[in-house]
C-alpha cells in the first residue's frame, strides 16, 4: 500500500504569509494526487487536482506542484478563511490514502 | 443539488456489530463510485472503502479489511457499511462520498458517530 507523509503536521502563520505543506508518497503515483481543506464541521474541499492544476473557483493564491513521490501545496498570501486543516489524497492505486492533515493556525 | 444523509451510529461493545447506511438524493447514484471515509476525533480523515456504481468491484483500506463490507441497493439509492468485529480504534466519525470524477470527491453526508467502548 502507498504510505503519504504530510509535514508539518501544524503551523502557525500570520495573515499575508507564504505557507508551503509537503506530501511525500512511498512509491511513484505520477500526478495522481489531490489536496483537500478541511474546516470545523465541514466537510473536505478539494483545491487541487492532478497535482498542480487548480479546482474551478478555488481562489488563485492556492497552488499545487510535484509528481512521482513529492508534492506541494502552497498559499501564496494567506487569508482569514484559510486557517484550517489540509489533506493530500492519493488516487493512484487503491486503497488510496490521505496524508496525515497539516492544521493551519493564526499567529 | 445532491444530498447524502448516513445513519446506524452508535455506542456499541468491543466485538460487536454495526450496519451505517448512508441514502443518496439529487442525482443518479447507481452512476457513480461510492466511497466511506472516516474520522477519529481529533484525528485526521481516513479513506476506508469503495464500491464501484454497479457494486462490482469493492477496494478496502488494510485496517477494516476483512472485518467491513461495503455494499450498495441501487435500485433504493443506499449505501451501506456492515462493520464486523468492532474495535475501540474505529471509534470515528464515518463519512460516504461520491467520487465525480477521479479522485474527486464532491458530496459528502454529515457524517455519523460510532463509538465503540466496553
Known amino acids: 500500500d502507498i504510505q503519504m507523509t504530510q509535514s508539518p503536521s501544524s503551523l502557525s502563520a500570520s495573515v499575508g504569509d507564504r505557507v508551503t505543506i509537503t506530501c511525500r508518497a512511498s512509491?511513484?503515483?505520477?500526478?495522481?494526487l489531490g489536496w483537500y481543506q478541511q474546516k470545523p464541521g465541514k466537510a473536505p474541499k478539494r483545491l487541487i487536482y492532478a497535482a498542480s492544476s487548480l479546482q474551478s473557483g478555488v481562489p488563485s493564491r492556492f497552488s499545487g506542484s510535484g509528481s512521482g513521490t513529492e508534492f506541494t501545496l502552497t498559499i501564496s498570501s494567506l487569508q482569514p478563511e484559510d486557517f484550517a486543516t489540509y489533506y493530500c489524497?492519493?488516487?493512484?492505486?487503491?486503497?488510496?490514502?490521505f496524508g496525515q492533515g497539516t492544521k493551519v493556525e493564526i499567529k | 443539488q445532491g444530498q447524502l444523509v448516513e445513519s446506524g451510529g452508535g455506542v456499541v461493545h468491543p466485538g460487536r456489530s454495526l450496519r451505517l447506511s448512508c441514502v443518496a438524493s439529487g442525482f443518479s447514484f447507481s452512476s457513480y463510485g461510492m466511497y466511506w471515509v472516516r474520522q477519529a476525533p481529533g484525528k485526521g480523515l481516513e479513506w476506508l472503502a469503495v464500491i464501484w456504481y454497479d457494486g462490482n468491484k469493492k477496494y478496502y483500506a488494510d485496517s477494516v479489511k476483512g472485518r467491513f463490507t461495503v455494499s450498495r441497493d441501487n435500485s433504493n439509492n443506499t449505501l451501506y457499511l456492515q462493520m464486523n468485529s468492532l474495535r475501540a480504534e474505529d471509534t470515528a466519525v464515518y463519512y460516504c462520498?461520491?467520487?465525480?470524477?477521479?479522485?474527486?470527491?464532491?458530496?459528502w453526508g454529515q457524517g455519523t458517530l460510532v463509538t465503540v467502548s466496553s
Open positions: 462520498t461520491r467520487e465525480i470524477q477521479h479522485g474527486y470527491f464532491d458530496y
Open positions: 489524497l492519493q488516487h493512484y492505486d487503491y486503497p488510496w490514502t
Open positions: 512509491q511513484g503515483i505520477r500526478n495522481d
